[in-house]
């Protein structure tokens, strides 16, 4: 867009609207009274959109204060990812479910057994037969070893794996979801504190305003409901500031609740972060290759299977090598080494619907997966469409903030030269807040679903935060 002020006298009512009536009919170029503007029809190329879009930047860049309490993006998510409970209470989950993978190791050991047997009838202690009462204990001692369980042991192994590499994605399902509700709580801190900084300078100018309306009026030179006016529109400005601190207070204790620390005000974010965004296809196919939703469901899957394996185990005899080897006053001294083979099928034929049960939840682990990762291409492709959108967006609301800054200032002079009513001044200053406020609120939509965009397919993941160790599967 191109703009010159010089010479600027509108004749009409409102520039503003016609301007982007214009626009919106994809009009190349408009000429109106001395100003030159020039639109785009169709998509907006990056190259027209980057101007604007650094125009927003810094916009809420401005709009950060000189605060002890300032946080940054990276500085909130590093803290919250390293100390937050629920991602702590993950971790320890995982290492229970690691124990569990070492105990499953462990069953291909031989198991040790002893028991000890006494003996309560009297007429087998008396001393005629010459036995101590106080030694009347037969003991055994038994000793184990698995030679072949139908793959029960390998399986159940596997499974245990399984389930290990299912609560390690779970600590990462558990980050990605806590890092999206940063990146909310965040972009709603910044788009309130830049909306907090535009309704003061708006505030200042409708004060401005008043005290010069004030002067004409005590000077006679202008009636008094102009300066009702101005008096109503400073209390609205007055109102909307006062809205835009509760909400940036309200966002900011949210970030204060996930950071475990107050966070007074935050940093505007590096335009450049988005950089990393290239592709709706790319997002979706990035999106579904990290997936700690998608890796959890697929270990679920898998140790379902396994789950199938285990039962089936059980229509094989479970083989072993037995050694036993009892001591007492009422058995021989025996050592015996023999080859055992064991069956348990449950009661009646119970062991077949419990393998019909293992594989339906397999199924469904499968098709609970399918369906995330349907859900996860949707998401993503939502937020890509937003995030397009509102980036070019972005280039319309500059165009119409700057048109109402030129609007409001050429509105000031023509009324001091008695060309424009009072009630034009006053509409024009709002529309030029109102303008900000658009590029505020569209600006915050974008990096909003840019943010999203680079959690979901891991260009954030924490850089403080190693990798766990996984077991080979």
Same mark, same amino acid.
């Given at each position: 867009m191109l703009v010159n002020r010089k010479d600027f006298n509108c004749r009409t009512g409102s520039i503003l609207a016609l301007v982007l009536l214009f626009l919106a009919a994809g009009v190349h170029a408009v000429t109106l009274d001395g100003i030159s503007i020039q639109g785009a029809s169709g998509v907006t190329t990056s190259e027209q959109e980057a101007p604007s879009v650094r125009a927003a930047?810094?916009?809420?860049?401005?709009?950060?204060?000189?605060?002890?309490?300032?946080?940054?993006?990276?500085?909130?998510?590093?803290?919250?990812?390293?100390?937050? *409970?629920?991602?702590?209470?993950?971790?320890?989950?995982?290492?229970?479910?690691?124990a569990d993978v070492d105990a499953a190791k462990w069953e291909r050991f031989p198991t040790p057994a002893i028991t000890a047997d006494k003996s309560l009838d009297e007429r087998f202690v008396t001393p005629a037969r010459n036995i101590d009462p106080s030694k009347n204990t037969d003991k055994t001692f038994i000793l184990q070893q698995p030679l072949w369980s139908g793959g029960r042991i390998t399986y159940s192994i596997s499974a245990a794996k399984f389930r290990y590499g299912e609560s390690q994605e779970s600590i990462h399902e558990v980050e990605e979801n806590i890092l999206l509700a940063i990146a909310n709580a965040f972009v709603e801190a910044s788009r309130w504190q830049a909306h907090k900084a535009v309704r003061a300078e708006s505030l200042q100018q409708h004060q401005h305003l008043y005290e010069m309306i004030k002067r004409r009026v005590q000077a006679e030179a202008s009636p008094q409901v102009d300066l009702d006016l101005a008096q109503g529109?400073?209390?609205?400005?007055?109102?909307?500031?006062?809205?835009?601190?509760?909400?940036?207070?309200?966002?900011?204790?949210?970030?204060?609740?996930?950071?475990?620390?107050?966070?007074?005000?935050?940093?505007?974010?590096?335009?450049?972060?988005?950089?990393?965004?290239?592709?709706?296809?790319?997002?979706?196919s990035g999106a579904q290759a990290q997936s700690p939703v998608l890796a959890?469901?697929?270990?679920?899957?898998?140790?379902?299977?396994?789950?199938?394996?285990?039962?089936?185990?059980?229509?094989? *005899?479970?083989?072993?090598?037995?050694?036993?080897?009892?001591?007492?006053?009422f058995t021989y001294n025996l050592d015996r080494l023999?080859?055992?083979?064991?069956?348990?099928?449950?009661?009646?034929?119970?062991?077949? *619907?419990?393998?019909?049960?293992?594989?339906?939840?397999?199924?469904?682990?499968?098709?609970?997966?399918e369906s995330a990762t349907r859900d996860l291409a949707q998401q993503v492709s939502v937020d890509w469409s937003n995030y397009v959108a509102a980036r070019a967006r972005v280039v319309q609301a500059s165009k119409a903030s700057l048109i109402s800054d030129i609007v409001f200032e050429s509105y000031t002079r023509q009324y001091t030269a008695g060309r424009k009513s009072w009630l034009d001044v006053m509409n024009s200053v709002r529309e030029a807040s109102q303008s900000k406020d658009m590029i505020i609120d569209v600006y915050?939509?974008?990096?909003?679903?840019?943010?999203?965009?680079?959690?979901?397919?891991?260009?954030l993941h924490p850089a403080a935060l190693e990798e766990p160790l996984r077991y080979t599967q």
């Amino acid at each position: 867009m191109l703009v010159n002020r010089k010479d600027f006298n509108c004749r009409t009512g409102s520039i503003l609207a016609l301007v982007l009536l214009f626009l919106a009919a994809g009009v190349h170029a408009v000429t109106l009274d001395g100003i030159s503007i020039q639109g785009a029809s169709g998509v907006t190329t990056s190259e027209q959109e980057a101007p604007s879009v650094r125009a927003a930047e810094s916009l809420f860049r401005s709009s950060v204060p000189q605060n002890d309490h300032l946080w940054t993006f990276d500085q909130i998510t590093h803290r919250v990812l390293l100390e937050h *409970p629920a991602i702590l209470a993950k971790r320890s989950a995982a290492e229970a479910a690691r124990a569990d993978v070492d105990a499953a190791k462990w069953e291909r050991f031989p198991t040790p057994a002893i028991t000890a047997d006494k003996s309560l009838d009297e007429r087998f202690v008396t001393p005629a037969r010459n036995i101590d009462p106080s030694k009347n204990t037969d003991k055994t001692f038994i000793l184990q070893q698995p030679l072949w369980s139908g793959g029960r042991i390998t399986y159940s192994i596997s499974a245990a794996k399984f389930r290990y590499g299912e609560s390690q994605e779970s600590i990462h399902e558990v980050e990605e979801n806590i890092l999206l509700a940063i990146a909310n709580a965040f972009v709603e801190a910044s788009r309130w504190q830049a909306h907090k900084a535009v309704r003061a300078e708006s505030l200042q100018q409708h004060q401005h305003l008043y005290e010069m309306i004030k002067r004409r009026v005590q000077a006679e030179a202008s009636p008094q409901v102009d300066l009702d006016l101005a008096q109503g529109r400073l209390y609205q400005s007055e109102s909307d500031l006062s809205y835009a601190e509760q909400m940036m207070q309200s966002a900011l204790l949210q970030l204060s609740q996930l950071a475990g620390s107050p966070v007074g005000a935050v940093a505007a974010l590096e335009g450049a972060l988005f950089s990393q965004l290239e592709s709706q296809e790319k997002s979706v196919s990035g999106a579904q290759a990290q997936s700690p939703v998608l890796a959890r469901l697929a270990h679920a899957k898998d140790a379902a299977e396994a789950d199938v394996n285990i039962k089936k185990s059980a229509y094989w *005899p479970q083989l072993a090598l037995r050694y036993e080897k009892q001591t007492g006053p009422f058995t021989y001294n025996l050592d015996r080494l023999m080859l055992t083979a064991n069956m348990q099928i449950g009661a009646g034929l119970s062991i077949m *619907p419990g393998v019909e049960a293992a594989r339906a939840r397999a199924e469904a682990a499968a098709l609970e997966r399918e369906s995330a990762t349907r859900d996860l291409a949707q998401q993503v492709s939502v937020d890509w469409s937003n995030y397009v959108a509102a980036r070019a967006r972005v280039v319309q609301a500059s165009k119409a903030s700057l048109i109402s800054d030129i609007v409001f200032e050429s509105y000031t002079r023509q009324y001091t030269a008695g060309r424009k009513s009072w009630l034009d001044v006053m509409n024009s200053v709002r529309e030029a807040s109102q303008s900000k406020d658009m590029i505020i609120d569209v600006y915050a939509q974008m990096i909003g679903s840019g943010l999203r965009l680079l959690v979901l397919t891991g260009r954030l993941h924490p850089a403080a935060l190693e990798e766990p160790l996984r077991y080979t599967q």
